[in-house]
């Protein structure tokens, strides 16, 4: 059996969870969420605590129950505390700004980019920083990266959008010859 799946999964207290014919769900201060899972993994709740096994012993069964356990982790996690992202913007000239539920980005084309913001997601813009939260950790990592995707941090300047932790490798460029 997976490591993963043979830790404890707590549930958090105001956190409730119920399971119906494979769909696992969650409900909790931030909000809800459900989700369809395989046949190879039982899950089980008993009390305040989940319990993952697979079901016989093949290595499917095995690795699907330390994905499902993950899952699970972080859907709890999700709607007790929630997920946050950090984007930078960085480079002269570009910028983005808020207009409502869209996301206006001036990053060097000769038009500007406008991106929805997903159900479920908050967008705060203090100068060249952007912070993305919700309650779905896959919502907020797909968010993010798809922003990061449109004008990715280029090695020589560093200018573009990156994660706040991200380290861009520089290069060194050309040099002037004497």
Do not use: C, W
């Not at 119906?20 to 009390?47: H, M, N, P, Q, Y």
């Not at 000239?93 to 980005?105: A, H, P």
């Not at 968010?143 to 380290?167: M, Q, W």
């Amino acid at each position: 059996m997976s490591r993963i799946a043979k830790q404890q999964i707590t549930l958090p207290e105001n956190t409730t969870a119920t399971i119906a014919d494979g769909t696992f769900a969650v409900k909790g201060k931030l909000g809800a969420l459900s989700r369809l899972f395989r046949r190879e993994v039982k899950i089980s709740i008993e009390g305040s605590e989940v319990k993952v096994d697979p079901v016989g012993k093949s290595i499917t069964a095995n690795a699907m129950s330390g994905t499902t356990a993950s899952h699970i982790k972080n859907m709890i996690e999700g709607v007790s505390k929630g997920f946050e992202k950090k984007l930078i913007i960085e480079g002269v000239g570009l910028r983005y700004n808020l207009n409502g539920n869209k996301i206006k980005l001036d990053i060097g084309f000769s038009h500007p980019v406008e991106v929805e913001i997903p159900d479920g997601l908050k967008v705060v813009i203090e100068k060249s920083n952007m912070t993305i939260t919700g309650f779905d950790k896959e919502l907020v990592g797909s968010f993010a990266a798809k922003l990061r995707s449109l004008k990715k941090a280029e090695p020589y300047k560093g200018k573009g959008i990156r994660y706040s932790d991200e380290v861009v490798r520089r290069k060194q460029g050309k040099k002037a010859s004497a």
